[in-house]
């Protein structure tokens, strides 16, 4: 069964850090782009970040420079660093696993979320 199970999110004062985790099990891991999207109350689903296949990462550039896709083969685990949290990045966020890019119809697999909060 392929799963996907995310952790790491929580409440954050402005400028503040988080990092997400999302481990991955059922298929072979360094085959397929990780993503991440979020969605806010009231939006649709965006996509964030993502790291490709090959390590190269992805992102939007409202979090370029402030968050940082990375993965480790190894441990089936795809991470998103997050620094300098604003509170227009409070969203439910979750992980994707697929072929790659920003849309979300690439992706075939996604985690459960994990909610960030970040207060002014």
């Known amino acids: 069964q392929v799963q996907l199970v995310e952790s790491g999110g929580g409440l954050v004062q402005t400028g503040g850090s988080l990092r997400l985790s999302c481990v991955a099990s059922?298929?072979?891991?360094?085959?397929?782009?990780m993503a991440w999207f979020r969605q806010a109350p009231g939006k649709e689903r965006e996509f964030v970040a993502s790291?490709?296949?090959?390590?190269?990462?992805l992102y939007i550039d409202a979090v370029k420079g402030r968050f940082t896709a990375s993965r480790d083969n190894a441990k089936k685990t795809a991470y998103l660093q997050m620094s300098h949290l604003q509170p227009d990045d409070t969203a439910f966020y979750y992980c994707?696993?697929?072929w790659g890019g920003g849309h979300p119809g690439e992706y075939d697999v996604w985690g459960q979320g994990t909610q960030v909060t970040v207060s002014s």
């Open positions: 059922g298929r072979t891991f360094n085959r397929y782009a």
């Open positions: 994707a696993q697929g």
């Open positions: 790291s490709e296949s090959d390590g190269h990462p």
